[in-house]
């Protein structure tokens, strides 16, 4: 196959331009639907003129329906962007640096996907649906899931399909009230378990709280039954945050934000600061799954892309074990030159 594109790259490179081009059409049809030719055109920076003509292409092709409310793709449409996953992957070379980044951090599989997700909303959507189907490929029966909060866990929930099995539980890793509540892990938690057609418990204590009532709520029976339920999870799926970021989105008095500045914090995953070496700065007392739990748990998944985000997931692959990691490309090139954004 690697022949075959570099012979076909030298003789015939716009049959390659046209592919890339189509192929990244479709994807965001897929994502987007139903779109319009003019928003397609701004999505992708390519005049409607051109748009214009791939998308009667794809109509002739029976890869894509146009109606009214703008163009869907069809089960034949999604079919071939299935099938050119892999191609596209060599031709743009994210086969190699996902190769890069498993030996890198001694990982069992890395997924990139392409583009920047601090630039490109459609990134993050992009890395949910990358999620989704990997969670398709290892589930079994009985299997329980446990799932943290934020944005990037939100694009997973929302990218949700039904999986192998209907009887997989789900769970949030934490608590979480006083978030925003799209992005709490209960209300992740709740999305998944129905558009995956499986069920869910709840956890509902805040996050952060205080060490006195910390001892207090995991003493409670309730508490304590989910909790036990949480940690023998079989797959955890969780982001890595900016340190800063998820501070000021947890109102850190400012005394700690000074603290956490001065450290030179990058990172932030399960309630843990930590700096680009790994080491832990501060940790906010919650209740749910500790960085410590993760050894025990077979399939620990973390799905984070964006440039901004290379130093945080490098410095967590020092401090917590995890099996798989999702990223896009803007954090994966970094991540393989050993790139800093941190001071």
Sequence with gaps: MQEIIRLQQKIAPDVLTVLERRYQLLK???????????????????????????VEFFQEQGFVDVNAKGMTITPEGTHLVEQLSSVMNQLSGLDDLEEQLRKKFNLQQVIVVPGNSDDVSRVKQELGKACVKFLQQILGEHMTIAVTGGSTMSAVAKSMKPLNYENCLFVPSRGGLGEQVENQANTICVEMAQKAKGTYRLLYVPDPISEESYHTLIEEPAVKEILETIRQADVVIHGIGDAMTMAERRKTPAQQLEKLKDAHAVGEAFGYYFDKSGEIIHKVRTVGLQVENLETIPHVIAVAGGASKADAIASYFKLAHCTVLITDEAAATMLVKGNSLSI
């Design 28 to 54: 965001i049809i897929s994502l987007l639907q139903p779109i319009g030719r003019r928003s397609l055109a701004e999505q992708t920076d390519n005049p409607e003129r051109l748009i214009r003509s791939d």
